[in-house]
């Protein structure tokens, strides 16, 4: 079942991990929620790279013809929310991320860390 959820959002991990983002995981929240499928969140070390990160994701991205419905906070570089309709990617500041734990907000959806594909 991993795998399936995984092939299934390729597109949008594949621009996450290319520009090495820390700790991405995949919340699977069909079933959950009508607002996305999927939420993706990911790390970087620094505001500069938070935005740095969330512009590729959108430019890799755009070049495949996906392209966001809305993006905020990319100027600020703490926490940037791509809204891409079926998949939101979150990508938060470390200590911002643990400030808001969407992870634990959303602990009944299925996590998949990408580093190491374990489902929780």
């Known amino acids: 079942m991993t795998t399936d959820i995984v092939a299934a959002f390729e597109t949008y991990l594949s621009a996450i ?3 090495k983002a820390q700790d991405v995981v995949l919340l699977d929240v069909r079933g959950l929620t009508s607002i996305a499928d ?3 969140l990911c790390c970087g070390n620094s505001n500069r790279q938070v935005s ?10 755009k070049k495949q013809g996906v392209r966001p419905l809305s993006v905020e906070g990319l100027r600020e570089g703490r926490w940037v929310l791509i809204d891409y309709g079926s998949v939101i990617i ?3 500041y470390e200590s911002v991320r643990t400030f808001y734990d969407i992870e634990g907000l959303w602990s009944d959806a299925v996590r998949i860390d990408i580093s190491t ?3 929780t």
């Open 38 to 40: 999927a939420f993706i």
């Open 52 to 61: 740095a990160l969330a512009d590729h994701i959108i430019k890799t991205l």
């Open 90 to 92: 979150h990508v938060f």
């Open 17 to 19: 991990t290319e520009k």
């Open 117 to 119: 594909e374990e489902t």
